[in-house]
């Protein structure tokens, strides 16, 4: 359940998703919104928030796959953030960058595969599949169990081709680039980016299904509209389940991601992280898919939105945990296997 | 008293209630499969709940309950499921009767019917679906007729619930001659044990019978026993529906929870828990009842502040308990069918008299949880209306 302010946030993000569309979004976004520091600090130029309102403003900013780096550089400041301790009071480790993030002018990605190895404070090896990587800054990355930031500067970046041509991958290399220790561990970083993107797949799922129900009202076919018709109602519904499903695990996992370090909120984590990551992601697919077939002709077309979620989604789906690992981790994490 | 001080004064009163010697036979008994159990055991204990005042937890005090805020009532199911305490027998009074009487009765009927449910004394039935009239409600055919201070009772409910025990039943029946769907129908409040009464239990296939068939032979009820006005019953039947807002569901996830913790169990035992397919089945079944406990715990904290997150938008058209039931009931076959897959080629084995396990009457039972209750395909169709506002077929 949204807070008052979290619910303030939440229509003003939205409302600003309705008026701008497309890579020029980002200035107005960090700049007049300031949704990029909502978890850094306020000494570093950021709101003070935190990841509950870095969920707001990713799943808003999902729901219509607004291309640009959000979810990645909000999460880098949170990370950045944090000491060993998982506190955000003290001094932060990744200091230099914080400001950057905050005004929007360093964008962030999180480079958290497991071939870069760290000695002497400087990584080598190459990272492939970042999301948001093209044209980031600053990376995040994952070198055995600890984080470093790593200037883009001080890296090769290779921009990919992508199917889902609304987020960039890019093939990063690091041939003993100067990297700054994090004190957030490798792991909670990529346990919040999953749950970052299970919110952000709840929120492109409930968008999907608000644009079928829609199209079903108005679409009409024998007579009248095809929302009358049994076959599709039913599917509609199952997929309403889906969807409030969906949000309501991610938020909390969401809940577990915001609470204040401790033994306790780490272990919820480590299992939430993954489950909300998997299931929102494949309802997301699964809504999407069900997108394309309930419009019918239309839903096949490039114009229509159906195809840059379904590809979207599908790309949630095989990057930081396919669905079988991700259920492996989850068994072994909550002690089934 | 915080909800901390409350939870643990309901452990212990559970705790020493089902330690005395007259209870401790009904722990984990008349669940799942098993509601003909220690019937007469379970009707004391009823009365034991009600003497003690842990019925009607969440009616106002001024109607004899103790007015507590929902999350109290979800605390007292949750210790409730987690001492494994007996199925309820007068749950039907208590969840469904008393809060229709408390919107639609009148002070005398609330004063007549709510002390017996809160004392665990008066046990009821609700008496809807007919043999004609199962998902389309509306096509009921039983009739009542008023004569001489008397609503004289012909027809025949089915499906009904605990019939064979409960003192009253709640009944809908066509009062006006020759009208048809929602028009012309009565709410009627009818004693069970008199003459014009016949009960049958129904044989399932369990081989155990929960459910009955009742038959009105000119069965009669007072004048006044009528909740809502005459003829305004469908209006009071669907009241009666909405007052499920899955409050109980919360605790009986815990009970879920007990069930799959034995499959893991017996997955381990026998060494299907290394058959990567029953692995798999597994993990998806613990990451699936905690969806359902994320989306139920928002799905009540929804109801209570309109448009709740979890279901942006749709519990805000009511249908909160509609995505639960579609959740729990779907999510109770597949883990009945993981238990006997999980048991193997022992599992299709059966004990004398048809004596089942509990992994057997899991599976077997749960084949009715999407049909009752409103059926799983009526579930989708509430929530395509109510919930997306797609048009009507």
């Given at each position: 359940m949204d807070s008052s302010e979290q619910a303030a946030l939440r229509e003003a993000v939205r409302d600003f998703c309705g008026k701008h569309a497309g890579p020029q979004a980002w200035d107005r976004l960090a700049g007049e919104l300031g949704l990029t520091g909502l978890a850094v600090p306020e000494c570093y130029g950021g709101s003070g928030a935190g990841l509950a309102e870095v969920a707001v403003a990713?799943?808003?900013?999902?729901?219509?796959?607004?291309?640009?780096?959000?979810?990645?550089?909000?999460?880098?400041?949170?990370?950045?953030?944090?000491?060993?301790?998982?506190?955000?009071g003290g001094a932060a480790p990744g200091a230099e960058f914080l400001p950057g993030i905050a005004s929007g002018a360093l964008r962030a990605a999180f480079a958290l595969g497991s071939a870069v190895t760290a000695s002497g404070g400087r990584l080598t090896g190459v990272a492939p599949h970042v999301l948001d990587g093209a044209e980031a800054g600053l990376f995040v990355v994952r070198a055995g169990d600890a984080l470093f930031a790593v200037r883009a500067a001080d890296t090769v970046v290779t921009p990919c081709g992508t199917l889902d041509q609304s987020r960039s991958q890019a093939a990063v290399s690091f041939q003993g680039a100067p990297a700054v220790a994090a004190g957030c561990a490798a792991e909670r970083a990529e346990d919040l980016l999953r749950v970052m993107l299970a919110v952000e797949s709840?929120?492109?799922?409930?968008?999907?299904?608000?644009?079928?129900?829609?199209?079903l009202k108005t679409r009409v076919q024998?007579?009248?509209?095809?929302g009358a018709f049994q076959a599709l109602r039913h599917r509609c519904a199952d997929l309403a389940v889906e969807v409030a499903s969906a949000r309501a695990t991610a938020y909390a996992a969401v809940r577990a991601a915001a609470s204040p370090v401790s033994p306790a909120s780490s272990a919820e984590l480590a299992v939430l992280g993954p489950l909300a990551k998997r299931h929102c992601v494949d309802v997301f697919w699964h809504v999407a898919a069900e997108m394309i077939q309930l419009h019918g002709g239309i839903g096949f077309t490039w114009e229509h939105q159906a195809h840059r979620y379904l590809k979207r989604a599908k790309t949630s789906q095989l990057l930081h945990g396919t669905p079988a690992e991700l259920r492996r981790l989850v068994s072994q994490r909550a002690g089934l296997s | 008293m915080n909800d901390e001080q409350f939870r643990a004064e309901v452990r212990g009163?559970?705790?020493?209630?089902?330690?005395?010697?007259?209870?401790?036979c009904l722990v984990g008994k008349g669940g799942t499969g098993r509601a003909h159990e220690f019937v007469a055991e379970r009707m004391a204990w009823e009365r034991r709940l009600g003497a003690d005042g842990w019925i009607g937890l969440g009616w106002p005090e001024a109607d004899g309950g103790r007015g507590l805020p929902w999350h109290r009532q979800v605390i007292f199911y949750e210790e409730y499921a987690r001492a494994n305490a007996p199925g309820r027998v007068g749950h039907i009074g208590e969840q469904l009767v008393a809060p229709t009487l408390l919107m639609f009765g009148t002070p005398e009927q609330k004063a007549r019917f709510l002390p017996g449910i809160a004392a665990g004394t008066e046990l009821w039935c609700q008496g809807y679906s007919e043999p004609g009239a199962g998902s389309d409600l509306a096509g009921l055919r039983t009739r009542a007729s008023l004569r001489d201070g008397e609503w004289h009772i012909d027809g025949q409910k089915i499906w009904t619930s605990l019939a064979h025990v409960a003192d009253w039943c709640f009944l809908l029946a066509r009062t006006e001659a020759g009208s048809d769907r929602h028009r012309g129908l009565s709410c009627l409040l009818v004693p069970v044990r008199q003459p014009g009464i016949e009960i049958r239990p129904i044989t399932q296939i369990t081989g155990t019978a929960e459910f009955n068939e009742v038959f009105?032979?000119?069965?009669?009820?007072?004048?006044?026993?009528?909740?809502?006005?005459?003829?305004?019953?469908?209006?009071?039947?669907?009241?009666?529906?909405?007052?499920?807002r899955g409050v109980s569901n919360l605790g009986q996830l815990i009970g879920f929870q007990r069930e799959f913790d034995a499959v893991l169990a017996a997955a381990r035992g026998n060494g299907s828990a290394g058959d990567p397919d029953i692995a798999a089945r597994i993990a998806d079944a613990?990451?699936?009842?905690?969806?359902?406990?994320?989306?139920?715990?928002?799905?009540?904290?929804?109801?209570?502040?309109?448009?709740?997150?979890?279901?942006?938008?749709v519990a805000a058209g009511g249908v909160a308990a509609n995505i639960t039931k579609l959740l729990w009931t779907t999510w109770h076959q597949r883990l009945g069918e993981l238990a006997v897959d999980v048991g193997g080629p022992d599992a299709t084995l059966a004990g004398p008299d048809y004596g089942l396990t509990d992994t057997q009457r899991l599976f077997l039972f749960a084949r009715a949880e999407t049909i009752f209750g409103g059926s799983n395909e009526i579930q989708r169709n509430i929530v395509a209306e109510r919930g997306l506002g797609l048009p009507r077929g």
């Open positions: 990713v799943e808003e900013t999902g729901r219509v796959l607004l291309p640009v780096p959000y979810l990645s550089t909000a999460l880098a400041g949170a990370v950045l953030s944090e000491d060993g301790a998982g506190r955000t709840a929120g492109a799922a409930a968008h999907c299904l608000d644009v079928t129900v829609g199209y024998f007579g009248r509209p095809i | 009163w559970l705790t020493t209630a089902l330690a005395s010697p007259e209870f401790a009105f032979d000119d069965a009669r009820t007072l004048e006044g026993n009528v909740a809502g006005a005459p003829g305004d019953g469908w209006r009071v039947a669907l009241g009666m529906l909405g007052v499920e613990w990451i699936a009842l905690q969806v359902m406990r994320f989306t139920a715990e928002e799905a009540l904290g929804g109801a209570d502040q309109e448009g709740g997150v979890a279901a942006g938008g």
